[in-house]
């Protein structure tokens, strides 16, 4: 996968190669990320994953088992792009906007996955929250990573650049383009940075 175009999480391409619980995960994702968890049926997933239903049930029990296992493997895809974006723009606080304007500038881009999901499915399935709760706040810890160690409010301006992010990824979720979101994560990426130098 090139992480400079694609969405960062959809980097394994089906293949029959994979272990069929492995190509059950990747194809729910694609699904999943795409159309929505509850608009994607457990037959839509075995018909594209090529595998018996029989297989497809004892690796996932019920959906909420595949629904889980889908938000833990996006997790794990989005942070190792999103660590290597930042650093490859910059790794300062600058380095957000054009990270996520590759991102943001995908076909797959459907928005955020987590947010989507506790929308989703977060009434019924706790431990779509648990997951989305964690994953805010691992990308927030890397965003504190690319400010100043010696800010004194590094933990509340990282939080407040997360927050920035989350409505930057909704914005671009909607508009035309992703512009507006990225000019507006960028104002909100200078203050914070003007004020930390301060």
């Known amino acids: 996968m090139d992480n400079h175009s694609s969405d960062p999480a959809l980097s394994t391409a089906l293949s029959t190669d994979l272990p069929p619980a492995e190509r059950i995960l990747v194809t729910a994702h694609a699904l999943f990320y795409r159309d929505g968890i509850r608009a994607t049926g457990i037959d ?30 996006r997790h794990r895809n989005w942070m190792t792009w999103f660590e290597d974006a930042v650093k490859r723009h910059g790794a300062d606080a600058n380095a957000l906007v054009p990270a996520l304007a590759e991102w943001f500038e995908s ?84 203050a914070i940075t003007d004020t930390a130098k301060g």
């Not at 049930?57 to 629904?67: G, H, M």
């Open 44 to 73: 839509r997933v075995i018909a594209e994953s090529g595998v018996a239903k029989k297989t497809f049930y004892r690796y996932y029990p019920a959906k909420n088992d595949l629904i889980v296992a889908f938000l833990e493997y």
């Open 107 to 190: 076909d797959e881009y459907r928005g955020c996955a987590f947010i989507n999901a506790v929308v989703e499915v977060g009434g019924t399935l706790p431990e779509a929250v648990d997951i989305s709760r964690r994953h805010k706040l691992d990308m927030a810890a890397v965003i504190r990573t690319l400010l100043p160690t010696a800010s004194r409010t590094a933990k509340a301006d990282a939080r407040a650049l997360a927050m920035a992010v989350d409505g930057a990824i909704v914005g671009a979720q909607f508009e035309e383009s992703p512009d507006m979101a990225l000019k507006s994560l960028a104002r909100v990426v200078k």
